[in-house]
């Protein structure tokens, strides 16, 4: 970033002593609406008490040319002065240049540096087990993370906005068109052994280590699904109410038709499923956690489980087989654990005790 040759020619004029009231009054506010330029006019006026009287005279290269014209320019040298005084006051100038390039040369590299350094860094948001959260990225973009889930991505200055997701999140992403291409910055998360990759649109993703697939569901837009390390495989396209469920345990799996995910043998896995686009956003399944409920549709108490652990921040013990195989079907929005429990209880029967975060169940046979 530039630095305009106003302000170099006031903080020259200020350092060699010259400056007018009105130069200061002009550098004051500028410096005010410029914060950055503060610690560099510090830094020289530190530099400049040091060192002024050691400096040789340096060779005037086109920045420092150009700052010494602006002060033949505007500067009072209409009144009589000696050889000797306008002498001392171009050497005073000089040097005041000569640091000022030096240390603006030395800004635009620190600040390039720093750039560097943010891009590589990565920014991390988690949501513990029993709390959700909602972060907005740098591009604008809304991600809300459900329980046991977390994010992880770089500076989205680049070409591509890319996040690594672990466990359920909702994406609302804005479309971003990139200065230097014209073109729109792809939005990428990589989740397990998928990428998906879309433009401007709201999609969930639930990966969570310990269960067996990655699902993905569109509400709006389009998104492209990918399998790491699958160049030849054609990649699968999602569009609105529309979900899809791959298994983790097949990092070989392919695409075929861009609509089924295939195995090596060519055995369908799973298909595209559509859901139901007669309902409102908040109204489904798939997206209702981020409404603050916790649906489940005939799923086992095993599987059930899972989701009550990250919902509640508890663990489940089973004491029995017949216990985890019990089905449920209903939703949980503002329940404690025990009402939750209880509501259970009605569906199917079962013995709980509970201590602390610890929930053992046990089936009634």
């Known amino acids: 970033m530039e630095t305009p040759e106003r302000i170099w020619f006031l903080l020259s004029r200020s350092l060699s002593g010259d400056a007018t009231e009105q130069d200061k009054e002009e550098l004051d506010r500028l410096l005010q609406e410029r914060p950055e330029l503060m610690q560099q006019y510090e830094m020289l006026l530190q530099l400049w008490s040091v060192n002024a009287s050691v400096y040789e005279e340096p060779a005037a290269g086109d920045k420092i040319n150009r700052i010494l014209q602006l002060a033949a320019e505007e500067s009072d040298d209409k009144q009589s002065a000696s050889p000797v005084v306008r002498i001392k006051k171009w050497r005073k100038l000089y040097w005041a240049a000569a640091i000022l390039a030096s240390l603006s040369i030395g800004a635009w590299l620190f600040v390039k540096w720093d750039e560097k350094q943010q891009a590589l860094t990565a920014n991390e948001v988690v949501a513990p087990k029993g709390s959700k959260t909602r972060t907005i990225l740098p591009d604008g973009s809304t991600v809300w993370l459900n329980a046991g889930s977390r994010i992880v991505y770089a500076n989205f200055n680049g070409p591509v906005r890319e996040i ?42 639930k990966s969570y280590p310990e269960e067996k697939t990655i699902e993905t569901t569109l509400i709006r837009g389009l998104v492209q699904i990918t399998r790491k390390g699958d160049a030849e495989g054609a990649p699968v396209y999602l569009h609105p109410n529309e979900k899809i469920v791959l298994p983790v345990s097949s990092p070989d799996a392919g695409t075929a038709s861009g609509q089924v995910i295939t195995t090596q043998n060519q055995q369908p896995v799973q298909q595209i499923i559509h859901i139901d686009s007669t309902k409102q956003e908040n109204e489904h399944i798939e997206t209702a956690w981020v409404y603050n409920r916790l649906e489940f549709r005939g799923d086992n108490f095993e599987q059930l489980a899972l989701k009550l652990e990250r919902w509640y921040n508890i663990r489940i013990h089973f004491e029995d087989e017949a216990a985890r195989q019990l089905v449920f079907n209903g939703s949980l929005q503002n329940e404690t654990v025990e009402q939750a429990f209880m509501a259970l209880k009605e569906v199917a029967p079962f013995n709980i005790s509970i201590t602390n975060n610890e929930v053992f169940i046990k089936s009634t046979k």
């Open 164 to 205: 690594t997701l672990e466990g359920e999140a909702f994406f609302d992403v804005v479309s971003v068109v990139s200065a230097a291409t014209h073109q729109k910055k792809p939005f990428i998360v990589h989740v397990g052994s998928i990428d998906i990759k879309v433009l401007g649109t709201a999609f969930n993703v």
